[in-house]
């Protein structure tokens, strides 16, 4: 079993900066990649941003490479998204979740296992 809590979101000005913490813990050896996902007001949940325990590599959606950038300390059991150059169409209720084999690569939220209850990130134009 394992715990998730996000924190860091708010409400920012487009061109602005956001980083997002997931605090992991529990059985956090059974976890295999960590992701950050995203749900707008009457959108499906969309994924953002994925990066694997171990060798730390990392997967983006397109609409946020170059701005986004998930990194994770194993030693704080703690996943980050840095968020740069805020866009309006950036707000949504962030979501963490952990997975706990490679198929979670395949960077689908039903393929997760766990999720933390979200935090809201609003950008104003």
């Known amino acids: 079993q394992v715990q998730l809590v996000e924190s860091g979101g708010g409400l920012v000005q487009a061109g602005g900066s956001l980083r997002l913490s997931c605090a992991v813990s529990?059985?956090?050896?059974?976890?295999?990649?960590m992701a950050w996902f995203r749900q707008a007001p009457g959108k499906e949940r969309e994924f953002v941003a994925a990066?694997?325990?171990?060798?730390?590599?990392?997967y983006y959606a397109d609409s946020v490479k170059g701005r986004f950038t998930i990194s994770r300390d194993n030693a704080k059991n703690t996943v980050y998204l840095q968020m740069n150059s805020l866009k309006p169409e950036d707000t949504a209720v962030y979501y963490c979740a952990v997975g706990g084999a490679s198929y979670v690569l395949r960077l689908t939220s039903r393929d997760f296992d766990s999720w933390g209850q979200g935090t809201q990130v609003t950008v104003s134009s």
């Open positions: 990066i694997t325990r171990s060798a730390g590599s990392t």
């Open positions: 529990g059985r956090t050896v059974s976890i295999y990649a």
